[in-house]
């Protein structure tokens, strides 16, 4: 079965400051993907980035990158110059493309960024 | 853009009733999803349907019935509500594989969310 955890319940930045949020998954799988979600207070889930386990290079979002570790089954988000528009709940989730879209979350981290 | 609405963004009622919680989306996707958020426990899914009729069990799906009656409609249905039925609920659609290329790897795009309470 897969898994996902997200080990940092609450983290907090300064503007304009780097923070990394951590992830880690469990699969057996071959063909998967990856995903981080932010979910503002406004409460809608907003897509990040995705990551395709087939491919080597991270991927990148503007301010946003990942760090995908696939032996070590690590799939760390990056975000660069901190905005208090980044301050949100932020999910990392996994899918296996034979399981049409099927997605397995984390529990979340809580990100704050401080003026 | 791709819209997912949610009928109520709050939503209270009492220990004992059917309630439904309805989801409409406007891209003509084939999946659809239903998931309950818990604080430290993130997204669970409980019920996901790939098609008209089509329904299939997520991870806990005890307690709650679906209905997908027509493709942009998907309801989630607590058929006697319980106070451990208290939670943020979200509705997710997305593509189904073979709806395009790289149908399988695209994301899910999500309603709102409704905030029940169960009294």
């Known amino acids: 079965a897969q898994t996902v955890t997200q080990s940092q319940p609450e983290m907090s930045v300064q503007e304009a400051e780097t923070v990394t949020l951590s992830c880690t998954y469990d699969t057996s799988e071959n063909n998967y993907y990856l995903f981080w979600y932010k979910q503002p207070p406004s409460r809608q889930m907003i897509l990040v980035i995705r990551q395709e386990a087939y491919k080597q290079q991270n991927a990148t979002e503007n301010r946003f990158s990942v760090n995908f570790q696939k032996a070590a089954k690590s799939f760390s988000l990056k975000i660069s110059d901190s905005q208090l528009g980044d301050t949100a709940m932020y999910f990392c989730?996994?899918?296996?493309?034979?399981?049409?879209?099927?997605?397995?979350f984390g529990q979340g981290t809580e990100l704050s960024v401080k003026p | 853009d791709v819209k997912v609405t949610q009928s109520s963004r709050y939503l209270v009622k009492r220990t004992g009733e059917k309630v439904f919680l309805e989801c409409v989306q406007d891209m003509d996707h084939e999946n659809m999803f239903w998931y309950r958020q818990d604080p430290g426990l993130g997204l669970r899914l409980i019920y996901f349907s790939y098609d008209v009729k089509m329904k299939e069990k997520g991870d806990i799906p005890e307690g709650y019935s679906v209905s997908r009656e027509k493709k942009e409609r998907f309801s989630l249905i607590l058929e006697s509500a319980s106070t451990n039925q208290t939670s943020m609920y979200l509705c997710?659609?997305?593509?189904?594989?073979?709806?395009?290329?790289?149908?399988?790897?695209?994301?899910?795009?999500f309603g709102d969310g409704t905030r029940l309470s169960i009294l």
């Open positions: 997710a659609s997305g593509l189904h594989p073979g709806q395009g290329p790289g149908a399988s790897n695209q994301p899910q795009h």
């Open positions: 989730a996994s899918g296996v493309y034979n399981q049409g879209g099927k997605l397995i």
